[in-house]
């Protein structure tokens, strides 16, 4: 036993044949495609269609889906190279493709078979996008805080209310909606309540409002989502009623592994530009690497990537084996990787000197970029709560702190 996980056994990590053929395949996209129109995607603020189109042709939309829902299959250690390797380019562009899976996930969890045949296969195939309206402005990492109300008519749920900061939503054929169908019965159970509904974002009532210049991210900026009396057959309420806070924390102890492997994306580029900066670069007549203060700089930034990496894979190992670890592996995981991009990224950049400020060279934007994966789907403080929440409860039996 290595406390507090059960066994020296759950440290470890299957990696095959597959996955790197499958790593080679994004890299080369990424590297012939998608790296070269970065800073034209930095300065208009929008990832061409002709670009998410060769997404979808290459199967990226449907990577960790199953194949009955006419998915790629694949688990989530495939879904984390993915992200991992477009974010090595351009965070925004994974962000665009893999928003999708804050949707999926808690439709082929919790959804009903007839939900996941007609919304799932049509994500998968790249015919149609999705996104999450949780997020309102009172209410971000608490959850149970939301305000959007779901009152039933006859067969037919009634929601209004304001969503925030949702990613994708301007893209989004579908929305998974959160809402307070019943009141808490105390403060205590404030979670109690919430229900999730899938939303057709062309049903009356549904207003993609305004985007939000957020710093980083650009080409991908979130939107408001305003629901005005919306009409929602009982057929598209993903059950169980009043349980949508369960489905909403559930979701995002899967997803936050994608994070993570954005994170280390954005570490691993920001290190390879400024390693090839340092190789370029004279001063007093050497190559910069040959001086400590930029040599040392690089072990360091290398040293934290890998271990990032591993942290990263490791949680989503876990996943895939459906182990209830995972959930402590991917909060430690998002953590951890997201401060090492921050901090490799703010390297990089003074590596590079003045030019690292300078948007064509391609490098300060994964500073932006590194910034806002420390704060969405649960900031790092949440995590840092929902990891010692789970060594209490693993190591004494008790649950002390709310999520």
């Known amino acids: 036993m290595v406390f507090p996980f059960r066994s020296v056994k759950d440290f470890s990590i299957e990696l095959t044949d597959e996955h790197e053929l499958f790593r080679k395949t994004v890299r080369q996209f990424v590297d012939n495609e998608l790296m070269p129109r970065v800073v034209e995607i930095e300065k208009t603020g929008v990832i061409p269609e002709d670009l998410l189109q060769r997404g979808i042709e290459m199967g990226f939309t449907g990577v960790g889906i199953p194949e009955e829902y006419d998915g790629q299959g694949g688990g989530m250690l495939l879904s984390v190279i993915l992200a991992e390797e477009l974010s090595r380019a351009c ?32 994500i998968a195939r790249g015919e149609a996008f999705a996104a999450h309206a949780n997020t309102e402005p009172e209410a971000g990492s608490d959850v149970a805080g939301i305000k959007a109300t779901a009152e ?10 304001r969503k925030i900061f949702i990613t994708g939503a301007d893209r989004a054929k579908y929305l998974l909606v959160s809402a307070r169908t ?43 989502v305003i629901l005005n009396d919306v009409e929602v057959p009982e057929e598209n309420v993903i059950p169980p009623v009043n349980e949508g806070f369960k ?3 559930e979701t995002y102890d899967h997803t936050r592994v994608g994070v993570a492997a954005q994170a280390v994306g954005i570490a691993q ?14 001063a007093f007549g050497r190559q910069i690497i040959a001086f400590e203060g930029v040599s040392f ?4 930034m ?11 894979y490791w949680a989503a190992s876990l996943a895939d084996q459906g182990k209830e670890e995972a959930v402590f592996a991917a909060s430690m995981a998002k953590t951890y990787a997201t401060e090492v991009a921050e901090k490799v990224a703010n390297l990089a950049i003074k590596i590079h000197g003045g030019v690292g400020v300078d948007v064509e060279t391609g490098v300060e934007h994964y500073l932006r970029d590194a910034i806002i994966t420390t704060i969405y789907e649960g900031t790092n403080d949440i995590q840092r709560l929902t990891t010692i929440r789970q060594l209490l409860k693993w190591s004494l039996g008790i649950d002390i702190l709310m999520r």
């Open 152 to 161: 039933k008519k006859g067969d037919k749920w009634i929601i209004n209310g």
């Open 297 to 300: 700089k690089l072990a360091d």
């Open 269 to 282: 580029g920001a290190f390879e530009k400024a390693f090839n900066y340092s190789l370029q670069r004279m």
């Open 302 to 312: 290398l040293t934290e990537i890998e271990a990032a990496r591993l942290l990263t």
């Open 91 to 122: 965070p925004a562009y994974s962000a665009a493709l893999l928003v999708n899976n804050l949707f999926m996930y808690p439709v082929l969890k919790f959804g009903t078979e007839e939900q996941k045949k007609r919304y799932i296969p049509p």
């Open 247 to 249: 489905i909403l924390v």
């Open 182 to 224: 019943s009141p808490p019965p105390d403060k205590r159970k404030r979670w109690w309540g919430i229900t999730t509904f899938i939303v057709e974002r062309d049903w009356p009532g549904v207003e993609i409002g305004q985007k939000i210049h957020v710093m980083g991210l650009t080409g991908e900026h979130p939107c408001e």
